[in-house]
């Protein structure tokens, strides 16, 4: 593809030679001629003239003999780009004689069934929905057009998802939220989880991460959000548009998040906490109490990441202030304990 046409594709200004001829994109330590990079970091703008790359993408103009396309946001054209060049695999459209279809079943256009796809009964899946080899959607699921389901997704019955959703490999939606009372013996009794799981539009989900139906009403993934892999969300728990969880994150029953809420890596979230919108949570923190919206938090328990840079840059002198402090208390009742000269 011409560069020139790239810089059209992305919407970018062009500073060079826009009929070089670039046949793919590469990580900027590994490009070479032919390959299109991007540089934002300060080291890699400063290292353009010794690169192999036959163009880049930046934010602003370099001094360099390198063509460059100039953007609003180099990672976000990069990213265009490799979808460009490197589309996602689709499967052949069509039913595999070993696909078990129940009664009842809407089917759209050019949806493909492999192998060993289980679908229950009073089903309805959109066009263009591709399922992979093992998926099990259970009776009176709902799936949106353009959506991809990777090999080993289980549906629970009466899950909804919503179009161009992407489920990765061993995905569990709508299995019984976690609910227990005790009994007159004090044994476990089950509380009937009778809700569902609603996915929302352009939602991805990684693999092995698991929601759990609700015990009534919903469980509810709204728009845009997308899950690591290995993350839990517990029964009735809302999560707003356009939010990140990444993996090993877990919701505990009844939380609801806003709008673009990040929780970095194994973060927990208490029950019937709610989040407000554009939370940040870093990794390995907690909380048990509602936060509102538009701040970074960190900690166990979270609190203000100013703050907990703080507590965090205490701790190792700890041990040293008590001593000191112990010092302090004996002189102190040495001095008290003193008898009164005459």
Request: hydrophobic letters at 40%; one cysteine or more.
């Amino acid at each position: 593809m011409k560069l020139e046409k790239i810089s059209e594709l992305v919407g970018g200004k062009l500073q060079g030679d826009g009929s070089l001829e670039i046949s793919g994109v590469c990580a900027f330590e590994q490009a070479g001629v032919g390959h299109i990079t991007f540089a934002i970091q300060k080291k890699f703008l400063g290292m353009l003239n010794a690169s192999h790359a036959s163009a880049v993408l930046v934010k602003e103009e370099v001094d360099s003999s390198v063509s460059q396309i100039i953007v609003p946001s180099p990672e976000l054209a990069f990213a265009r780009l490799l979808r460009e060049f490197h589309p996602d695999p689709k499967l052949k459209a069509g039913i595999h004689d070993r696909a078990v279809i129940g009664k009842n079943v809407e089917l759209g256009e050019q949806v493909t069934l492999s192998a060993g796809v289980c679908i229950g009964d009073d089903v309805c899946i959109g066009d263009h929905v591709h399922l992979y080899p093992g998926v099990v959607v259970g009776d009176r699921c709902r799936i949106g057009s353009h959506t991809t389901i990777y090999p080993n997704v289980t549906l629970y019955h009466d899950t909804e998802l919503g179009s161009r959703v992407i489920l990765h490999a061993g995905v569990v939606l709508g299995a019984d939220g976690f609910g227990y009372t005790l009994d007159e013996k004090g044994a476990h009794y089950k509380i009937s989880q009778i809700g569902r799981v609603v996915i929302e539009d352009d939602v991805e989900i990684g693999a092995n991460s698991c929601v759990d139906r609700a015990t009534m009403g919903i469980t509810l993934i709204k728009r845009g959000t997308k899950l690591d892999n290995l993350v839990q969300v517990a029964h009735n728990c809302t999560v707003g548009e356009h939010s990140i969880l990444v993996s090993q994150v877990g919701l505990a029953g009844s939380c609801t998040l806003g709008h673009h809420v990040v929780l970095a890596g194994q973060v927990g979230i208490s029950d019937h906490v709610t989040l407000g919108d554009q939370v940040t949570i870093t990794g390995k923190s907690a909380t048990f109490r509602n936060i509102e919206s538009n701040g970074v938090y960190g900690g166990f328990p979270a609190v203000p990441l100013a703050d907990w840079k703080k507590y965090i840059a205490l701790l190792p002198k700890l041990p040293k202030l008590a001593r000191k402090i112990r010092d302090l208390e004996k002189q102190l009742n040495e001095i008290e304990n003193k008898p009164p000269s005459r």
